[in-house]
């Protein structure tokens, strides 16, 4: 068996990573539903919602 | 929730026979509206579904709640629980989150006609799983805080000092590139298919490193510890990179069309 430790981090998965993927990825399905994701605009939900959360916590996070 | 109007989401389609035990709940646990996750089929394949009120998952709510940090945390959690449960039975082929339908016979419609793609990527899914594989340029080296220079004084060191470290900070941010590449490029090889994401914002990953790659990966399973000790080895020879390695995932990054490489055998 193969070490993975220590690039195998946390247990509980980010919310970014899943983000990425449920967001991002996954079968995208128009017309036939009341309503796909792909119909609103991903940019403002998954980084308006984050970003004002992240900040938040943040406070004001460090510019580069 | 009572009788107030229904719809229905969906999580994933499965191959028929891998969907859910008799009483599915009890094994899948509770879906995003906090009801029974159950089955839908047609043509061969199955849909995972679960039935969830119009005032929280119709059209104009999840516009609405999609915009809630929170409400989205607890649904895609809740999302990736049902889809993860059902990848332990065989392949599955996840929706993105938020397709909603009106009830279960446009479900049904739509197993109907892509009855043909769904079993394709059922079968091109089978005994293989998502690996994500994230890189950050390693942070650069540090310059000594400059020993005091008589002669032209600390304006002048400031200021040698100031542009040495940002000398050092974008080549360490070039080198970091190029140790991404070599990574993706090697990474490719042990891997299916690859579909690269936009690097995630430093703030939004937790990390103060800017991130070079992130990627996702598509294996099959019989070589995932070769893949997992591929990318310890790579983090040993590109000393320019932290890599950070996350999987298995359900195979989100890989049914959608939009992989980056050509399927490879």
Known sequence: MTELSPVVADQRIALVDLLDRVLAGGVV??????????????????????????????????ER | MTDEARCVWLYAVVADGAGLPADGATEIGV?????????????????????????????????????????LERTARAHHAVIEAMAENGPVVPMRLATVYSGDDPVADMLRQRAGDLREALSRLRGRSEWGVKAYAAAPVKTRPDEHDPATGPGAAYLRRRRTELTSRTNARQDAVAGAQAVHAELSLLSVSARLYPPQAPDLAGQAAPMVLNAAYLVAEER??????????????????????????????????????????
């Open chain 1, 29 to 62: 399905i128009v017309g036939d539903v009341t309503l796909s994701i792909a119909d609103v605009d991903l940019v403002t939900v998954s980084l308006r919602a984050l970003v004002t959360a992240v900040s938040a916590l943040a406070g004001d996070a460090d």
């Open chain 2, 31 to 71: 879906g995003v509206g906090g009801g029974r996750v159950r089955a839908v089929h047609a043509a061969g394949v199955t849909a995972i579904i679960e039935d969830v009120g119009e005032d929280e998952f119709g059209e104009a709510a999840l516009r609405r709640n999609l915009e809630d940090l929170d409400w």
């Open chain 2, 224 to 265: 995932a510890n070769e893949f997992a000790a591929a990318v310890n080895d790579l983090t040993g020879r590109h000393r320019s990179v932290r890599l950070g390695l996350t999987g298995p995932w359900p195979p989100y990054s890989f049914v959608g069309g939009s992989e980056t490489s050509a399927e490879r055998r």
